[in-house]
């Protein structure tokens, strides 16, 4: 029986190192998105397709950029919808993929890693070729003279954002698709406190709203982020398997970006720190 394609085995396991980077478990990857804890358990072992939404709050949560799975959907993609049998000869039969434990959030694949890796790379390198190869293309065509637009095009955003300014006033910036690679940047560089936490305060300049984000933890630690002219919004770290993911408060709508204040209040203790953008 053929095994599933390289490219979707490669996916796979992209999802896989990243899910174990944010320390999440199925549960609460389910709790923090759109997608249900078996949906989750489907992706991961490769079961099913997996929405592109699906791995862009992934990456998110991890704090890692979404390029490289992103390109690796692009492939995955093809496989599933049937674009690349249509195009491509058949590709060899890929390894299984040892199942997930929804119990082990940081647990990896079984299997030498070395393959894992191999076939990571072998896929990533082809998409960079082949990014390279429209490139060279379409410079090409502009040489041989070929007329610019009248205009650039505005760049079309997937997802596309759900509020924009006083909009997104106490939303939680990864439901409204505002803390996605590419649409959020550091106002300062992240604080290290007293207790190990680090924190910083978020902006999306596609939603023009900004949010605080906490990380290495303890249970009870908490930040708050304020405006002089808005509600404070806090979060609150209430279980260790938050302990080391990040938690975000929601959002400001619309603040004047240099006059936002983040506090960390830690647990069991008066004293906190504060930052300024």
């Not at 690679?181 to 900004?210: D, K, M, N, Q, W």
């Not at 933890?217 to 002219?229: K, L, N, Q, R, V």
Request: include cysteine; hydrophobic fraction near 40%; aromatic fraction near 6%.
């Amino acid at each position: 029986m053929t095994g599933p394609a390289p490219e979707c085995v490669a996916l796979a396991e992209g999802l896989r190192d990243m899910r174990a980077r944010t320390g999440l478990s199925l549960a609460a990857l389910a709790e923090r998105t759109a997608y249900s804890k078996s949906s989750w358990e489907r992706y991961l072992n490769g079961k099913s397709p997996v929405p592109r939404q699906a791995i862009d709050g992934l990456c998110t949560m991890a704090g890692e950029p979404a390029g490289r799975l992103l390109a690796l959907w692009e492939l995955a993609d093809a496989e599933w919808s049937g674009r690349a049998r249509r195009t491509l000869p058949a590709a060899r039969s890929a390894p299984a993929l040892a199942p997930v434990d929804a119990g082990a959030p940081g647990s990896g694949s079984a299997g030498p890693g070395r393959v894992r890796r191999q076939w990571l790379f072998t896929v990533a390198v082809g998409v960079a070729a082949v990014a390279t190869a429209a490139l060279l293309t379409a410079s090409a065509v502009r040489g041989r003279g070929a007329d610019p637009p009248a205009s650039p095009a505005s760049p079309v955003l997937d997802p596309e954002p759900g509020c924009r300014g006083k909009a997104c006033d106490g939303k939680d910036p990864d439901q409204m698709f505002c803390g996605l690679p590419g649409r959020v940047t550091s106002l300062a560089p992240p604080h290290r406190t007293a207790t190990g936490a680090r924190v910083e305060i978020r902006y999306s300049p596609v939603c023009a709203a900004a949010w605080g984000r906490i990380w290495h933890a303890e249970t009870g630690d908490a930040i708050e982020i304020s405006t002089p002219d808005s509600r404070p919004r806090r979060v609150v770290v209430m279980s260790t398997s938050d302990t080391d993911a990040y938690r975000f408060t929601l959002m400001i709508g619309g603040p004047d970006r240099t006059r936002l204040h983040l506090c960390f209040l830690p647990a069991g203790g008066p004293d906190r720190e504060c930052v300024d953008s």
